[in-house]
């Protein structure tokens, strides 16, 4: 299972360290895909946030479980073409999850991420949005993804388990966000 820098096979590991306040963080499951949403106040700037979503190469940075990122080609100024390899574990069922994105940085608010179909990955479908608004001392970040995995999960793990772990990820990632982008300020 995925998502992105967004992103997010799964590691249970704790986010006691989290300094950003997260208003909410939502897995749901719709269909054969699971919808991830997120909304946190950051104190680093828009610009800064901006700066570390959008460091390819570096994104493991946000999220342990992201074994390795990087920009494969710039098709346009605002088009990346980016690669992402994930690795996690929930329970027993380890998965390494590649997938291929369009990366278009609408503006230095706005950030859409489409999975490339037909590139030889484990994502059969996927889409992400990012949406920075400068807010009181920083930067308020909400965060939508959907994803649909190209590859078998075991019915005993369960959409309940699978959600749980992911909303896990999703709270970790987002106050990793915060920690880079304060390193850029």
């Given at each position: 299972m995925p998502p992105h820098k967004p992103l997010l096979l799964a590691l249970a590991l704790s986010h006691a360290a989290?300094?950003?306040?997260?208003?909410?963080v939502t897995v749901t499951k719709e269909g054969d895909r699971y919808v991830l949403e997120g909304e946190v106040q950051l104190e680093a700037t828009s610009s800064a946030v901006y700066r570390v979503i959008t460091d390819y190469d570096g994104l493991?940075?946000?999220?342990?479980?992201?074994?390795?990122?990087?920009?494969?080609?710039?098709?346009?100024?605002?088009?990346?073409?980016?690669?992402?390899?994930m690795k996690g574990c929930v329970i027993l069922f380890c998965r390494k999850v590649e997938r291929i994105e369009r990366v278009e940085?609408?503006?230095?608010?706005?950030?859409?991420?489409?999975?490339?179909?037909?590139s030889d990955t484990d994502v059969?479908?996927?889409?992400?949005?990012?949406?920075?608004?400068?807010h009181e001392s920083g930067t308020r970040v909400t965060y939508r993804t959907e994803v649909e995995p190209d590859f078998?999960?075991?019915?005993?793990?369960?959409p309940a388990l699978i959600r749980s772990v992911l909303r896990r990820r999703?709270?970790?990632?987002?106050?990793?966000?915060?920690?880079?982008?304060?390193?850029?300020?």
């Open positions: 989290i300094a950003a306040e997260l208003d909410h493991e940075k946000l999220d342990k479980g992201i074994a390795e990122s990087r920009l494969i080609e710039r098709v346009s100024d605002t088009v990346a073409l980016v690669y992402t390899r940085e609408i503006s230095a608010t706005e950030i859409r991420a489409v999975v490339v179909p037909d059969r479908y996927g889409h992400s949005h990012w949406e920075l608004l400068p078998w999960i075991p019915a005993v793990i369960g999703v709270s970790r990632t987002l106050g990793n966000l915060e920690q880079a982008a304060l390193n850029y300020q």
